[in-house]
């Protein structure tokens, strides 16, 4: 009977270790799949150039254990009010001088992670071939949104064909012209519109994204703004967060990606100097 007893005994433990074991070896298991889990980040952009940058960044992403989900808008609101709702981890498709008008407007606390590119506005021409033929009164649409109009504003301030009040500069709007020999009817349009209403106006100076959207090139326009411009050296393309998650992780793996070699060369070779990245 003692020897039953211990035989029985002795099988009781061998099966309390080997389920130990099992145990051990599941938990084990299950770590190690958390660790090589695939964690996927959520962007917003605007369909042209910033969801086809980050479709690109995506590959460099994909070798760090990221999953690239991009969301296109085709508007310059969207993008931000997912954001702040929390639909998005962040956005890329607009300069920091927008987003905090953004922010002001709308009682919103998002912030840049990094500025990424820059897109050099252009005058293209709809019914006027040229600037020198401009008649009195020629009408030249403009971004209705307050930053992109005051870039507007300066680029045609570069060109002798306006005079801003001293101190307007990025805040300017068709209030702050205190001098327009030629009468020009600026008409502020949706930015998004631009290109489509580009035949219904003498020029029209458009967003370097909906340029490239609406199959225009840099070398169309019929100027564009200088590279050391204030315009050049301010309105930088960012990736946008909500405040205080600038340098997670994941939001960091995402700018460097949009840093990376692979990406700046892509934006070299596909946008032909529409699309210039930023150190």
Known sequence: MKRITAILLTLVLSLGLLAGCGSNNAAESTDAAAEGETKTIKVGASPSPHAEILNKAAEVLKEEGYELEVVEYSDYVQPNVALANGDLDANYFQHLPYLEQYNEENGTDLVSAGAIHYEPFGIYAGQTASLDELADGAKVAVPNDATNEARALLLLQDQGLI??????????????????????????????????????????????????????????????????????????????????????????????????????QFMEETYEGAVVALD
Do not use: C, F, H
């Open 163 to 264: 005079t801003l009040k001293e101190g307007a500069d990025l805040t300017a709007t068709k209030t702050d012209i205190v001098d327009n020999p030629k009468n020009l009817d600026i008409v502020e349009i949706e930015a998004a519109q631009l290109p489509r209403s580009i035949n219904d106006v003498d020029v029209a100076i458009i967003n370097g994204n909906y340029a490239i959207e609406a199959g225009l090139k840099v070398a169309d326009a019929l100027v564009t703004e200088d590279a050391a411009s204030l315009a050049a050296t301010t309105y930088g393309n960012i990736v946008a967060v909500r405040s205080g998650e600038e340098n997670d992780e994941t939001i960091q793996a995402l700018v460097s990606a949009l840093k990376s070699d692979e990406v700046k």
